[in-house]
């Protein structure tokens, strides 16, 4: 092993636990741990109409999912009719480029997203402006006052990879994003690996269910393929982890 690069060499000797409350402010130092996830039982669809008025108080967030359809065979063997991006939190959690809106403003929820998504995945606004037409659905969660609104925006395959190379020079990568991801849409021949095992991980909000739906909406899968991934997810999950 590299010199410095030994977990007792680089952290002093000192156990992990004790190196993080070294980083921790005194706050975060009193706070207590609690499980961070949503749960998807917590958010219940509602119009955009309704989630504008009645729960306009609420913190409102949008997300948006870029994709695009274009063949892709894995290895010879696992087929895939187009890519979903998403990314990887700086939290750990896995979610869609997007986040809070500003109270204090008035600003329209597309023109939010757009910003959010210049800023986290330095997303060309000038070819690759999310439209009102892109949206799909909004969510209420009444536990932590917040409404989530879903956007979907196809690119081409070409396109695809333009931003996905652009996502590395964002303001915000290295800091709320760690870089966007690809989903993978095929299970391998042990009927967990590939979808069933991304959709184990942890999901921002209800982004899992943001992007099921998303999914079926936009033809990458039907309903029915989905159903039998989620199937697998679910028993996958139950199965004891090494
Ligand atoms: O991808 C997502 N889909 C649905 N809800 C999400 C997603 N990512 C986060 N969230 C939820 C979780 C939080 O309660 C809010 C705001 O999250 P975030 O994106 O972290 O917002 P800021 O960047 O802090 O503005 O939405």
């Not at 499980?35 to 949008?62: C, I, N, Q």
Request: proline content about 4%; some cysteine.
């Amino acid at each position: 092993m590299p010199k410095g690069s030994s977990e007792s060499e680089t952290n002093g000797g000192k156990d992990p636990a004790s190196l993080r409350d070294g980083y921790r402010t005194t706050f975060e130092q009193n706070l207590t741990y609690s499980v961070p996830d949503d749960e998807k039982k917590d958010f219940v669809p509602v119009t955009l109409e309704v989630a504008s008025t009645e729960y306009k108080s609420y913190m409102h967030a949008v997300h948006g999912m870029i994709y695009c359809f274009g063949e892709c065979i894995l290895w010879d063997r696992y087929k895939q009719s187009g890519q979903i991006l998403m990314q990887m939190r700086c939290d750990g959690m896995v979610g869609f480029p997007g986040g809070l809106m500003d109270q204090d403003y008035d600003e329209p929820i597309v023109d939010c997203l757009n910003r959010e998504m210049a800023e986290e995945i330095n997303l060309d606004l000038e070819k690759y402006k999310f439209l009102q037409s892109d949206y799909l659905l909004s969510h209420v969660n009444h536990r932590k006052k917040l409404v989530t609104h879903f956007y979907i925006h196809q690119v081409t395959e070409v396109e695809i990879r333009e931003i996905e190379f652009s996502t590395l020079k964002a303001k915000d990568w290295g800091h709320e994003t760690f870089g966007t991801i690809r989903v993978p849409l095929f299970a391998m021949d042990d009927g967990f690996r590939g979808f069933p095992v991304f959709l184990a991980n942890r999901f921002a909000g209800n982004a899992r269910d943001q992007l099921l739906q998303g999914i079926v909406k936009c033809g990458l899968l039907s309903q029915k393929e989905c159903d039998v991934y989620v199937k697998s997810f679910e028993e996958y999950i139950k199965r004891p982890h090494t």
